[in-house]
């Protein structure tokens, strides 16, 4: 089911939670289109602390949109289109906004950038303030958000090493194939620690092999027995499964998917078998890559590692700084505990977090001393529905 843009507020708010609840789908999809009623938007935004970020255009020579030659809204379905996936939460959602800024500052068409936000459907901010949110940011962003149905995932989700791994949006990439609209058959999944620094159509247009499924930088230097347990090592039938492949590590925080075939190839329940076996047999302790490993490691498109310097946010315990690997940079990605947003408010940032800072659009106080402002203005219900 679709709401599009904010004519559900025609809808009474009884009547959309039972379609949340009994609707058989996994999530909803709100589909942001110019704002005109109410409160205005830069008044929403300043409530949240977020400037607005530039409009950028197309430069020239880029494609044309069928709804720029018809004056339609653009939809996902447009062939001319770059798709990206991020989730969109209130606690990343500076980073995420500071994400988004960096891939239409480095775009050279960013008109052709559609962007496909996850959200949860439980979060402390609802899908449709951060739909709105988005909006107030970037007025003439094509996107769409999609609410998360967090039962969809929550009884597979196992203990990790740290806490924030065990969010069910984690996990939310594992059903891009079901959430994104059918037309689309290629995304490119970001994480929302990360910047950009170069154009995103050139990692759009990396070529996938035949019966390649996703396409990321991989680090076959690291130690990849580490990611799993002894259990899994010392069961002759488990450890057996990567059989012939040569298995190398990759970081989920960016990959190129090819959404038809993960559809007809059903890796969503490949993956969510191996999610299964962990929750009766413990094989793993980090969250939601060693699925990916499993089923992915040793049949991944290999992708330049320029687009994923990754590890800039530190180990997973203690976060501290890290230094660049060796060679270009097309994409800084602050995976690992430490991020920059949170320890340039400390006042203890690492040195590159001040590049991430460039991008950075929320100059306000903390995300719940506005959230609390914009209740007592104007309630929720008055606003959405």
């Given at each position: 089911m679709v709401v599009s843009g904010f004519s559900a507020g025609l809808i009474p708010a009884v009547g959309f939670l039972l379609v949340l609840l009994y609707s058989p789908l996994m999530c909803l999809g709100i589909r942001s289109f110019p704002y005109n009623g109410g409160a205005a938007i830069s008044d929403f935004n300043g409530l949240f602390g977020f400037s607005e970020a530039p409009d950028y255009r197309n430069g020239v020579g880029c494609p044309?949109?069928?709804?720029?030659?018809?004056?339609?809204?653009?939809?996902?379905?447009?062939?001319?289109?770059?798709?990206?996936?991020?989730?969109?939460?209130?606690?990343?959602?500076?980073?995420?906004?500071?994400?988004?800024?960096s891939v239409l500052r480095h775009a050279s068409c960013p008109e052709q950038v559609f962007f496909h936000f996850?959200?949860?459907?439980?979060?402390?901010?609802?899908?449709?303030?951060?739909?709105?949110?988005?909006?107030s940011i970037f007025p003439s962003l094509n996107f769409k958000v999609y609410i998360f149905r967090e039962d969809t995932v929550i009884n597979l989700i196992s203990s990790s090493i740290?806490?924030?791994?065990?969010?069910?949006?984690?996990?939310?990439?594992n059903y891009l194939g079901d959430i994104i609209d059918p037309c689309v058959k290629r995304v490119?999944?970001?994480?929302?620690?990360?910047?950009?620094?170069?154009?995103?159509?050139?990692l759009w247009?990396?070529?996938?092999?035949?019966?390649?499924?996703?396409?990321?930088p991989e680090?076959?230097?690291?130690?990849?027995?580490?990611?799993?347990?002894?259990?899994?090592?010392?069961?002759?039938?488990?450890?057996?499964?990567?059989?012939?492949?040569?298995?190398?590590?990759?970081?989920?925080?960016?990959?190129?998917?090819?959404?038809?075939?993960?559809?007809?190839?059903?890796?969503?329940?490949?993956?969510?078998?191996?999610?299964?076996?962990?929750?009766?047999?413990r094989i793993y302790e980090l969250g939601s890559l060693p699925p990916f490993l499993l089923v992915f490691?040793?049949?991944?498109?290999?992708?330049?590692?320029?687009w994923n310097q990754h590890g800039l946010g530190g180990d997973n315990v203690a976060g501290s700084c890290r230094e660049l690997h060796p060679g270009p940079v097309s994409l800084l990605h602050w995976s690992g505990k430490g991020k920059p947003w949170v320890r340039l408010d400390e006042k203890r940032p690492c040195p590159?977090?001040?590049?991430?800072?460039?991008?950075?659009?929320?100059?306000?106080?903390?995300?719940?001393?506005?959230?609390?402002?914009?209740?007592?203005?104007?309630?929720y219900s008055s606003y959405f529905f």
């Amino acid at each position: 089911m679709v709401v599009s843009g904010f004519s559900a507020g025609l809808i009474p708010a009884v009547g959309f939670l039972l379609v949340l609840l009994y609707s058989p789908l996994m999530c909803l999809g709100i589909r942001s289109f110019p704002y005109n009623g109410g409160a205005a938007i830069s008044d929403f935004n300043g409530l949240f602390g977020f400037s607005e970020a530039p409009d950028y255009r197309n430069g020239v020579g880029c494609p044309s949109t069928a709804a720029a030659k018809s004056a339609d809204p653009v939809t996902s379905c447009d062939p001319s289109l770059v798709h990206v996936a991020m989730t969109l939460d209130s606690e990343y959602l500076r980073g995420s906004m500071a994400a988004v800024h960096s891939v239409l500052r480095h775009a050279s068409c960013p008109e052709q950038v559609f962007f496909h936000f996850v959200a949860a459907e439980f979060d402390s901010l609802s899908p449709r303030v951060l739909t709105r949110l988005v909006q107030s940011i970037f007025p003439s962003l094509n996107f769409k958000v999609y609410i998360f149905r967090e039962d969809t995932v929550i009884n597979l989700i196992s203990s990790s090493i740290r806490s924030a791994l065990e969010n069910p949006l984690n996990y939310a990439r594992n059903y891009l194939g079901d959430i994104i609209d059918p037309c689309v058959k290629r995304v490119i999944y970001l994480d929302s620690d990360l910047v950009l620094v170069d154009d995103i159509t050139k990692l759009w247009e990396v070529k996938m092999s035949a019966g390649k499924i996703i396409g990321a930088p991989e680090y076959c230097h690291a130690n990849f027995t580490k990611y799993f347990t002894d259990n899994f090592w010392s069961d002759p039938v488990l450890s057996r499964v990567f059989g012939s492949r040569k298995p190398c590590y990759f970081n989920t925080g960016v990959m190129v998917m090819d959404l038809e075939k993960w559809r007809e190839g059903h890796f969503r329940k490949k993956i969510e078998n191996w999610m299964e076996l962990q929750r009766q047999n413990r094989i793993y302790e980090l969250g939601s890559l060693p699925p990916f490993l499993l089923v992915f490691g040793g049949n991944v498109e290999p992708i330049n590692h320029r687009w994923n310097q990754h590890g800039l946010g530190g180990d997973n315990v203690a976060g501290s700084c890290r230094e660049l690997h060796p060679g270009p940079v097309s994409l800084l990605h602050w995976s690992g505990k430490g991020k920059p947003w949170v320890r340039l408010d400390e006042k203890r940032p690492c040195p590159l977090d001040h590049l991430w800072e460039p991008y950075d659009l929320y100059k306000g106080k903390s995300m719940v001393q506005h959230q609390q402002r914009l209740e007592q203005l104007v309630g929720y219900s008055s606003y959405f529905f």
